[in-house]
């Protein structure tokens, strides 16, 4: 009898350009960091609003806020012939976005300049265009499909030198750090990896508010215990400037 055979299919472009970040993201010396925050007063400030921000807004702008602080969330490794560390001035999110392309499921990566500047109701503004929007409106969207279109020498020189040569074009074009979460559809990931220095994800809120956060980061930047003291103010943004906002306090009274 015949052994049974499968069928094979080309490459798509969303995997094509998930197959090239993985094939930079392997050589970062990542290491995730957990903290188990207590989120309570959070999750009822939020609660009580009608029209309620995103979790992920919420966490995306307090990691902002205490990247202010802490220059290393703002750092990059700048692997060239002259191997170097960039500091960004400011931060840029990369948040990973689920969209249909060709009648396919692709993570696309949405970047968002500034979160830390940016009210929660505008930061879930923008989340929900980068979920809804035309794709060929979003340009880090146009981006990934053209670099995705080249032969594969092309793209990988292309990965290379952004994340490699120009350190203002690499937070730019890339992120300065990543969201990722799947805590919506009920599962979190262990230690997903990124050829960003920073990577944020947490898993399902409990109904107490209690949720593990994981900060997974590049270890030639900076060292574990920056990660571990930037989980804990994150969460001291959390349960203090983000419910001001969510109350509607004076920005004073928040900070």
């Avoid at 015949?2 to 490459?11: E, I, K, L, M």
């Avoid at 009608?50 to 692997?79: C, D, I, Q």
């Avoid at 979920?131 to 060929?136: F, R, V, Y």
Wanted: proline share 7%; aromatic share 8%.
């Amino acid at each position: 009898m015949p052994a049974d055979r499968g069928r094979t299919t080309r490459v798509s472009l969303p995997r094509r350009w998930i197959v090239d970040c993985m094939h930079f993201a392997k050589r970062v010396p990542s290491i995730p960091v957990e903290r188990r925050m207590q989120l309570a007063p959070v999750a009822a400030a939020r609660e009580a609003l009608s029209n309620r921000p995103s979790w992920v807004a919420l966490f995306t702008k307090a990691f902002a806020v205490v990247a202010r602080e802490v220059p290393e969330l703002r750092r990059m490794y700048m692997g060239t012939v002259r191997p170097r560390i960039y500091e960004h001035p400011t931060s840029v999110a990369s948040i990973a976005v689920e969209r249909e392309y060709q009648g396919e499921p692709a993570v696309f990566f949405g970047k968002v300049q500034r979160p830390d500047e940016h009210s929660l109701i505008d930061l879930t503004e923008t989340l929900r265009r980068l979920k809804s929007d035309d794709l060929w409106s979003v340009g880090s969207y146009r981006q990934l499909i053209r670099t995705a279109k080249l032969p594969l020498p092309l793209r990988r020189l292309a990965w290379w030198y952004g994340l490699s040569y120009d350190g203002p074009r690499r937070a730019k074009r890339l992120g300065t750090f990543g969201v990722s979460v799947y805590s919506g559809l009920g599962a979190e990931s262990l230690h997903p990896i990124s050829p960003l220095t920073t990577l944020l994800t947490y898993g399902v809120i409990d109904a107490n508010g209690a949720v593990g956060v994981r900060l997974i980061y590049d270890h030639r930047v900076m060292d574990g215990s920056t990660v571990a003291r930037s989980l804990a103010r994150i969460e001291e943004v959390l349960r203090t400037t983000i419910v001001a906002e969510l109350r509607g306090e004076p920005q004073s009274r928040a900070a």
